[in-house]
């Protein structure tokens, strides 16, 4: 039998200053997206392309964005790096759980912030909204129960 998922059973965890995973309540939209490079393989004498190779795993968004709560700005919550840290930034995991089961939905690695933003409108919420640039993404088919990546990919291959 098949358990349909829906947004409010997605938790989002991100890291905390000392790179701890915590619940990231502010967020309550996650989206993420991910694709592969590719070339046609053109030969002479023929119109189309003979076949369409992928050259690349391109790197992974995820956009996060919510209402803004006091005392909590991205800096804290989303793990965004103040202009004097920045220097010494490491790149993160985030992990997505559902929050009923408990098992990983989605877990990007090598996830770095890229664009932070706010919206202030009248008779309206804050809104907050941070966006991550990763390495790679993987989902519950290839983590383990407790949201370890198990085909291999978590590093990068390069020193």
């Not at 947004?7 to 790179?19: E, K, N, R, S």
């Not at 694709?35 to 392309?49: N, P, R």
């Not at 907050?128 to 990546?149: H, K, L």
């Amino acid at each position: 039998m098949s358990q349909t998922i829906t947004g409010g059973m997605a938790q989002l965890y991100v890291p905390d200053q000392t790179g701890n995973l915590i619940l990231a309540g502010v967020f309550d939209t996650v989206s993420r997206g991910k694709g592969l490079s590719t070339e046609a393989i053109h030969t002479l004498g023929q119109y189309s392309a003979r076949e369409i190779a992928i050259t690349a795993y391109n790197e992974v968004t995820v956009n996060c964005s919510g209402f803004r709560v006091a005392e909590k700005s991205t800096t804290v919550v989303g793990n965004f790096p103040t202009l004097a840290a920045l220097l010494n930034y490491q790149a993160v995991t985030i992990k997505v759980v559902n929050r009923q089961s408990g098992a990983t939905l989605l877990v990007v690695t090598g996830a770095v912030p890229s664009t932070d933003n706010e919206s202030y409108s009248a008779k309206a919420t804050t809104k907050t909204s941070i966006s991550y640039t990763g390495i790679a993404a993987f989902d519950e088919q290839t983590t383990d129960a407790s949201g370890s990546v198990t085909d291999g990919e978590g590093t990068p291959s390069w020193p």
